[in-house]
């Protein structure tokens, strides 16, 4: 499962250009993920510039802190 720290994520759409199981939605104040259509490739968080993303096998919350 993907986590996004939403203090950080400035929604810049990089991690949507890169998403091949097109998850990952981005809206004017948010960015969402569907960890059920997600494949794990961990491409999103590789290529986010503020490291906004990780992954975490643990929960399926998002970070809010």
Same mark, same amino acid.
């Given at each position: 499962m993907i986590e996004i720290n939403r203090k950080?994520?400035?929604?810049?759409? !990089?991690?949507?250009?890169? !998403?091949?199981?097109?998850?990952?939605?981005?809206?004017?104040?948010?960015?969402?993920i569907d960890n059920s259509k997600c494949t794990s490739c961990n491409k999103c968080v590789w290529i986010c510039p503020l490291d906004a993303l990780?992954?975490?096998n643990f929960t399926n919350l998002d970070k809010t802190d």
């Open positions: 950080i994520c400035d929604r810049c759409g !990089c991690c949507v250009a890169v !998403c091949e199981a097109d998850c990952i939605s981005v809206f004017e104040a948010l960015i969402e990780a992954m975490n």
